[in-house]
């Protein structure tokens, strides 16, 4: 997360690290029950395989998962069917995790919006990961403050690529604040009435963060494949036969 | 013959098709680049050392010269491209007629340049010198009045600029004045446009299981199912008995999606594709949980044995819980219960009402919040 700050232990309770044998952490998920994680298809290119994958929970620190951490396996990982690497749309996995987690103060699954409830444009929401700018990958989970910026101008920022209706743009016009390499998968949320926090986006691209940055970061709109990940847990709990 | 241009009479093998020079014969030109010609038959080998017209398709410089049309450096630049991949062939002497020299140097004077910023080279068989002067004895092309600047690979701006037709509707403006952004629809981008609607989708997402157009149009008349079928999402058909019998029967298992439903009228849910209520009777607060945890909707909030309404419209059926419903674990709601009867002893249904479970909580960031004297 670029212009971020270090989160405080338990400030994301859904935050989880998406890890692959020696790479170690690759991506960002986001718990949302206690079987199933969400992450973005992107990760999973040329590693498709469930038994490749560790998702990590409860971190703070990466190099030191710490007692709170709780550590699963993936039993399955469901991408979009229209997920399209080209142009990075339908970037969106449904992650079957081996076994629930226990839910404690630092690990607790987010809410899914309602179908059709959107964050406000202009509104400030969270981004956090343990991303970097292609240096050193920092080891305390980042957090970021971005604003959420409406489809048409977030368009006029990328004159080279289509944003789609499965996309969210969130950031700033410096870029100032914005997710980069290793935070993709991780969450932007929103926080609603009575305190509660709901995911609206997960990192997916955007503009080189490596070097100066320019234009907000892409999300895939999480309202938008609701409906498809509530089917996704039904079908691969209640229709496994 | 090392051609497939040859004459019949080379056709039997004899040593005269050894002798390339003998295998002259004209053939339609065919390379979609050069269809635009003032003349329509051509010979190989060409001027660039293709042997054959496939060749000439696939080769760099019939993908260099449409590119390096758009830059405008030279106006005939096209044609000149096309008298050396496809060279006119005279009907009468089955010669290869060529470029003129003049046409040639003016070419690789006006454009050689441009290739150099991009760390091109001019291609090498073209050299001049090897064309006649045009005046002299040997006859050879110059452009015509009339000649196209552009090939139908391109896309004419209306300042005269030719783009690559790829680029017509892309979303980016290419021509020096934007026209090949104008009048967009979904034809000129080759996408199928939505009836009722300008939405433009790729056609292969017509009848695909995923609706892209308003109202769904997409999606519309894609199977033709017998009255005892329905239609899956994928447009399979399968027998009504088996909708919503919680087992998957559908390849893309939507014959088990959306059985379950909640809303202010209580719980229903499909059965042999028709909307049933659940009879109060032996339901038990287990289902209750599995019905919202199965809808994605956290935890029940409120239970309620409604008495129905025996004046409500509509035809009475009901659903019983299943004698076995406990043992049938890890099956959804609607393949734990099962049709009995029209009646419901009690004549009461079950009505329930879900909230999230705490989801969305961050109870660590208030453990770090309790007052600290200063």
């Excluded at chain 1, 409830?117 to 991303?131: A, E, K, M, N, V």
């Excluded at chain 2, 035809?315 to 009867?341: D, I, M, Y």
């Excluded at chain 2, 009690?346 to 961050?362: I, N, P, T, Y």
Aim: charged content about 20%; some cysteine; glycine content about 8%.
């Amino acid at each position: 997360i670029l212009g971020g700050r270090v989160s405080r232990r338990g400030a994301w309770p859904w935050q989880c690290s998406l890890q692959s044998g020696q790479s170690g952490h690759v991506c960002g998920c986001v718990l949302i029950a206690r079987r199933w994680a969400l992450t973005v298809a992107h990760c999973f290119e040329g590693r498709e395989r469930a038994d490749l994958w560790t998702v990590v929970l409860g971190l703070s620190n990466l190099d030191h998962p710490g007692v709170h951490s709780q550590r699963r396996g993936v039993r399955s990982i469901i991408v979009h069917p229209r997920y399209n690497r080209a142009v990075v749309d339908y970037d969106i996995s449904v992650v079957q995790l081996d076994a629930e987690v226990e839910e404690t103060l630092y690990v607790r699954p987010v809410c899914l919006p309602r179908p059709s409830q959107l964050p406000t444009p202009d509104s400030y929401c969270y981004i956090t990961g343990w991303g970097h700018m292609g240096n050193r990958m920092p080891f305390k989970l980042q957090e970021g403050a971005v604003r959420i910026i409406s489809l048409s101008q977030c368009q006029s920022y990328f004159d080279m690529k289509t944003i789609t209706p499965r996309m969210l743009c969130a950031g700033y016009d410096a870029g100032t604040v914005d997710s980069c390499m290793g935070d993709s998968g991780g969450p932007l949320v929103c926080e609603g009435p009575g305190g509660f926090w709901t995911l609206f986006g997960l990192t997916s691209w955007g503009s080189v963060c490596f070097s100066k940055v320019l234009g907000p970061g892409v999300y895939s709109n999480v309202t938008h494949f609701t409906p498809w990940i509530q089917q996704q847990i039904y079908l691969n709990t209640y229709l496994v036969h | 013959c090392s051609s497939a241009s040859c004459q019949s009479s080379c056709g039997g093998g004899g040593s005269t098709c050894n002798l390339r020079n003998n295998c002259t014969a004209c053939e339609p030109i065919s390379l979609e680049l050069c269809m635009n010609l003032p003349y329509n038959l051509t010979s190989y080998p060409n001027y660039l050392g293709h042997q054959s017209q496939r060749e000439s398709a696939v080769s760099w410089e019939s993908s260099l010269f449409p590119a390096l049309v758009q830059t405008g450096c030279y106006q005939f630049l096209m044609f000149y491209a096309c008298t050396l991949l496809v060279p006119k062939c005279d009907p009468l002497t089955l010669q290869r007629v060529p470029p003129c020299r003049s046409l040639c140097r003016t070419a690789k004077e006006k454009c050689e340049s441009v290739l150099g910023i991009v760390g091109l080279q001019w291609p090498e068989d073209s050299d001049c010198v090897q064309f006649p002067e045009d005046g002299g004895d040997a006859s050879c092309l110059l452009p015509e009045d009339g000649v196209d600047e552009c090939s139908p690979s391109h896309f004419k701006c209306r300042s005269g600029r030719c783009v690559l037709a790829t680029k017509r509707c892309d979303g980016h403006p290419d021509c020096d004045d934007r026209s090949d952004e104008d009048h967009c629809g979904c034809s000129e981008r080759a996408l199928w446009e939505c009836p009722g609607s300008s939405v433009c989708i790729q056609t292969s997402m017509i009848c695909d299981g995923f609706p892209d157009c308003p109202l769904l149009v997409d999606e519309a008349n894609c199977s033709v199912c017998r009255d005892n079928e329905v239609s899956c999402n994928n447009h399979q058909c399968v027998h009504r008995t088996l909708w919503c019998d919680g087992r998957k029967h559908c390849s893309d298992s939507s014959d088990e999606w959306n059985c379950v439903s909640l809303d202010s009228s209580g719980l229903t849910v499909l059965r042999t594709a028709s909307e049933y209520q659940v009879c109060a009777d032996e339901w038990n607060p287990e289902l209750s949980a599995l019905t919202c945890q199965q809808l994605g909707l956290g935890v029940p909030s409120y239970v309620a044995m409604v008495t129905d309404d025996p004046r409500s419209p509509g035809r009475r059926r009901w659903l019983h819980v299943h004698p076995e419903w406990s043992q049938r674990n890890g099956t959804a709601l609607q393949g734990r219960l099962e049709k009995r009867s029209h009646a419901c002893h009690s004549r009461k249904k079950v009505s329930l009402f879900c909230s999230r479970d705490d989801c969305g909580l961050r109870p660590a960031v208030g453990v770090h919040r309790h007052r600290k004297k200063r």
